[in-house]
């Protein structure tokens, strides 16, 4: 089976800098990669999909790039209410692997 | 409004057995995969299953397989989840999501049910 690995596993970022979470997988998948973020408490949500396109009334700071193994969720200008856990999952194929989630805070 | 309720959580022995149901209202439910996805208290996101638009195809994670059973009866907007030979281990948030139209990635997530498997 086909294993996420998301790095780093937690970060620290002042507002307004740039944040970048990557996410490997241990064979290709092209770009059947998603994003989920969730918030303290909620559901998770779906941010991204196809590896970079961005579902709707997702604010446009997120963006996603990436294909085969390597895959990075960049949020361009990092908000309050941003702060949240961030999963990477691959979709080819069953089993559908979620990777081990990027706590992301507000330093 | 899309909407996904989830029901059936609650606390079980091991080696017991529980169902889980989805009621999914504002799409049209036999267009659509459905999943099952997992949260253990503290722990990250675990798919679990998912099953095809018309029930005809489902696929497992290993750590579930030949335990659970996802299924749907189109007719009633249902999806289900049996879940038998419980362990500990399955101690978790059970959420119900939808599969976007042609992919297998959830654009939809219920609010979930808690099953708590303990002696």
């Known amino acids: 089976d086909i294993q996420m690995t998301q790095s780093p596993s937690s970060l620290s970022a002042s507002v307004g800098d740039r944040v970048t979470i990557t996410c490997r997988a241990s064979?290709?998948?092209?770009?059947?990669l998603a994003w989920y973020q969730q918030k303290p408490g909620k559901v998770p949500k779906l941010l991204i999909y196809t590896a970079s396109t961005l579902q709707s009334g997702v604010p446009s700071r997120f963006s996603g790039s990436g294909s085969g193994t390597d895959f990075t969720l960049t949020i361009s200008s990092l908000q309050p209410e941003d702060v949240a856990t961030y999963y990477c999952q691959k979709y080819n194929s069953a089993p559908l692997t979620f990777g081990g989630g990027t706590k992301v805070e507000i330093k | 409004e899309v909407q996904l309720v989830e029901s059936g959580g609650v606390v079980v022995q091991p080696g017991g057995s529980l169902r889980l149901s989805c009621a999914a209202s504002g799409f049209t439910f036999d267009d659509y995969t459905m999943h099952w996805v997992r949260q253990a208290p503290g722990k990250g996101l675990e798919w679990v299953a998912l099953?095809?638009?018309?029930?005809?195809?489902?696929y497992y994670a290993d750590s579930v397989k030949g335990r659970f059973t996802i299924s749907r009866v189109n007719i009633k907007n249902s999806l289900y989840l049996q879940m038998n030979s419980l362990r500990t281990e399955d101690t978790a948030f059970y959420y119900c999501a939808k599969g976007s139209f042609a992919y297998y990635y959830m654009d939809v997530w219920g609010k979930g049910t808690t099953v708590t498997v303990s002696s």
């Open positions: 064979q290709g998948i092209s770009n059947y």
């Open positions: 099953i095809n638009w018309d029930g005809s195809s489902t």
